[in-house]
């Protein structure tokens, strides 16, 4: 079992930036997972917005390509995304995302908010 806990949420206006956080918990090498940062906003699917491999390889959404960086700390265990000229079409519930060997543990999600 993996409990993920997300922060760095919030309100912000457009064109400026956050930082979240998910710290990891529980049974399990963190190193080992995939990580991931998903969001869902009013009235959508849940879409994923950057992932991060257990070597470090990243891949981002067309639409937070250039904006957004998902990073790690192995020896921390957390996942970090941080997100640059915010648009209020940003504004979603995001999701921190543990995967491995067909395993998914999920965070409670945090809300991110963007005012033009």
């Known amino acids: 079992q993996v409990q993920l806990v997300e922060s760095g949420g919030g309100l912000v206006q457009a064109g400026e930036s956050l930082k979240l956080s998910c710290a990891a918990s529980?049974?399990?090498?963190?190193?080992?997972?995939?990580m991931g940062w998903y969001r869902q906003g009013p009235g959508k699917q849940r879409e994923l917005v950057a992932a991060?491999?257990?070597?470090?390889?990243?891949n981002y959404a067309d639409s937070v390509k250039g904006r957004f960086t998902i990073s790690r700390d192995n020896a921390k265990n957390t996942v970090y995304l941080q997100m640059n000229s915010l648009k209020p079409e940003d504004t979603a519930v995001y999701y921190c995302?543990?995967?491995?060997?067909?395993?998914?543990?999920w965070g409670q999600g945090t809300q991110v908010t963007v005012s033009s």
């Open positions: 995302n543990a995967g491995l060997w067909g395993l998914n543990y």
């Open positions: 529980g049974s399990g090498i963190f190193s080992r997972y995939r």
């Open positions: 991060i491999s257990s070597d470090a390889g990243t």
